[in-house]
């Protein structure tokens, strides 16, 4: 009893002298973090509910660069353009590997999003070369997407101006786009599996997990229960996966390399040519089907957010919305909907979508990255070991880059002749090698579902209720709190 007694404590003071060692290691110039909790550091700092505003307050307090301690982990936010310029574009390599993050783990560790160096290159390439040698220019994607809006404005149209909340089908109508990238078919809009993979994506989307501790520690999804809803939340992302997985197995049953019929198509021809010529290659399986659900995930997300934040300024924003239309009358021929090829004509509308962009702020920070070796920028030091996070909130609504940024005003890109300026101080997929993959298809689809809708339908609140909140909820992505709207047919 005594031995054991004596062992308990020399384990004790033993831990105490490694804590004690841990803690007191060299200090490196790092950032500045406002004052935390001993031991736990930051932990309460960056909650759900107020993290944009936090972010903000800190970004006022500290410059560009500021740092969240959370048990001896450094979360390190670099915000402003010419920050963020020098680093992810000038020094952009020194990025290295992606943390060890919940999102990775979820994404079982394979995939582009979750991945890096010579794989992360190899694949990422290798997703732009199939999609362009399947045809899918500016011509042939824009015909799947009108086609697709078609759809999408009938479904409008059965409303009859009675008020519905937009959102699920919004969503649905994104899903079908990236299913025809993929998949080579879109889904009906009443199809249960559409519905359940696009729901579940929401859910996801707007989980608590990602503000919770696991996220940069998932070693916690081991403690026992599920203190953090992570368990709950790995329930969900199985569950696409056997989705995604039913869906590819039905496509390799007909899979023919002398007929490629979309990206799937392209990836099993690739992997039949590698399993061919080499022993070892990493086209496995597991590859394509974490691949196939970031698409829908980031694709679908990303873009039907953007459009649904487009719908709430326009609703609190009826002027606005009425020029809209009146440029999309003077330009396009009654009884077709708005083309690519109308877009120079149409630079009000334009503008409109960059403001919704900039506005809209659907990913207010970047997911993690990590860097090959400590870096000085801006005279600190951000350590190898960090969690590097982008803050593109702080670029979009910066007021020297864009003056009232709070105010949703599209003629901030429109020079005095009326011609689209400015945009390119936006930052809403990031910038530099990690720049968001699917950036042109997401603002191709932003500007014919807007300026589509626009032209067919009048949007207004419902009668007698308020006007749906331009506070979002925050999860992986910012999204609409609700959406509400009648949209009265036009013609």
Request: charge should be positive; include cysteine; charged fraction near 25%.
């Amino acid at each position: 009893m005594v031995e054991m007694d004596f062992y308990i404590i020399l384990m004790t003071v033993i831990g105490v002298l490694l804590l004690i060692k841990f803690m007191s290691r060299e200090r490196k110039k790092v950032p500045p973090n406002p004052p935390g909790i001993p031991l736990l550091g930051n932990i309460n700092t960056l909650r759900k509910e107020t993290m944009l505003s936090t972010m903000r307050k800190l970004h006022k307090q500290y410059g560009d660069l500021f740092s969240i301690n959370i048990i001896n982990q450094h979360l390190i936010f670099v915000g402003g353009y010419k920050t963020t310029y020098e680093l992810l574009v000038k020094k952009g390599d020194v990025l290295g590997d992606r943390p060890n993050f919940l999102t990775k783990q979820l994404l079982r560790n394979a995939g582009v999003f979750s991945t890096s160096g010579p794989l992360w290159k190899e694949h990422r390439t290798f997703c732009l070369t199939s999609l362009r040698s399947l045809g899918f220019n500016k011509g042939n994607l824009q015909t799947r997407i009108i086609e697709e809006i078609e759809y999408f404005l009938a479904e409008v149209e059965n409303t009859h101006g009675q008020p519905f909340d937009i959102q699920d089908l919004v969503s649905k109508s994104i899903a079908n786009v990236i299913s025809a990238l993929v998949f080579g078919k879109r889904f009906e809009l009443s199809d249960p599996t559409s519905a359940e993979l696009c729901l579940l994506l929401n859910a996801i989307f707007q989980s608590t997990v990602f503000h919770s501790p696991i996220f940069i520690f998932p070693f916690l999804k081991h403690l026992p229960g599920d203190l953090f809803g992570s368990k709950k939340l790995m329930k969900k992302v199985n569950r696409i996966f056997d989705i995604i997985c039913k869906v590819l197995d039905e496509h390799r049953s007909t899979f023919d390399e002398n007929n490629i019929r979309d990206f799937i198509d392209c990836y099993l021809k690739e992997q039949k040519k590698k399993n061919e010529a080499y022993k070892e290659h990493t086209f496995s399986d597991e590859q394509l089907l974490s691949t196939l659900v970031e698409f829908f995930s980031a694709g679908l997300e990303t873009t039907s957010t953007a459009i649904k934040w487009g719908i709430v300024y326009l609703m609190h924003n009826q002027e606005i919305q009425k020029r809209m239309r009146k440029e999309i009358e003077n330009t396009v021929a009654s009884g077709r909907l708005p083309t690519l090829e109308d877009k120079p004509k149409l630079p009000y509308c334009q503008a409109v979508c960059y403001e919704v962009l900039r506005l809209g702020n659907v990913s207010p920070t970047t997911s993690p990255h990590a860097l090959k070796h400590d870096v000085t920028l801006n005279g600190f030091v951000i350590p190898k070991e960090a969690f590097l996070f982008i803050d593109l909130d702080s670029i979009n609504m910066d007021p020297k880059i864009f003056p009232d940024p709070f105010s949703f005003k599209p003629e901030r890109f429109l020079s005095e002749d009326g011609k689209v300026t400015g945009t390119e101080k936006i930052c809403a997929f990031s910038m530099g090698r990690r720049v968001c993959l699917g950036e042109s298809v997401a603002k191709m689809e932003l500007f014919l579902f807007m300026t589509s809708l626009i032209q067919r339908f009048e949007i207004h609140n419902e009668a007698g209720k308020p006007l749906p909140s331009l506070k979002g909820n925050f999860g992986l992505t910012y999204t609409p709190q609700s959406l509400a709207a009648s949209y009265k047919k036009i013609f």
